[in-house]
Nanobody
Framework: QVQLVESGGGLVQPGGSLRLSCAAS????????MGWYRQAPGKQRELVAV??????????DSADSVKGRFTISQDFAKNTVYLQMDSLKPEDTAVYFC??????????????WGQGTQVTVSA
């Protein structure tokens, strides 16, 4: 079993910044993909930014709405990803969930979710 522990959420004014962290622990063989999703009240969960590990090098994908404002980074030696969020807008208000897809040689890939951390952007 794998645990994803998020931290760094909170209340910030429009234009401000926050940095989220997600650390994975437990039985981890190989992380395929790790990143962030968010869910605002009354809306579906959506991808924010993820890192995909490839033999040719890691690649990142992010939602158009956060490009140029949010930056995802990783320290896979610590099984940790970060989300630096700058120029925050009220529409970024949501619960942010960490997500990890982990490969095991005996069972294949398994997806895990964190418990979520609230980000509120308000004056």
């Amino acid at each position: 079993q794998v645990q994803l522990v998020e931290s760094g959420g909170g209340l910030v004014q429009p234009g401000g910044s926050l940095r989220l962290s997600c650390a994975a622990s437990g039985r981890i063989f190989k992380i395929n993909v790790m990143g962030w999703y968010r869910q605002a009240p009354g809306k579906q969960r959506e991808l924010v930014a993820v890192i995909t590990r490839r033999a040719s090098g890691d690649t990142t994908d992010s939602a158009d709405s956060v490009k140029g404002r949010f930056t995802i980074s990783q320290d896979f030696a610590k099984n940790t990803v970060y989300l630096q969020m700058d120029s925050l807008k009220p529409e970024d208000t949501a619960v942010y969930f960490c997500n990890a897809n982990i490969y095991y040689f005996d069972t294949g890939s398994v997806t895990y979710w964190g418990q979520g951390t609230q980000v509120t952007v308000s004056a």
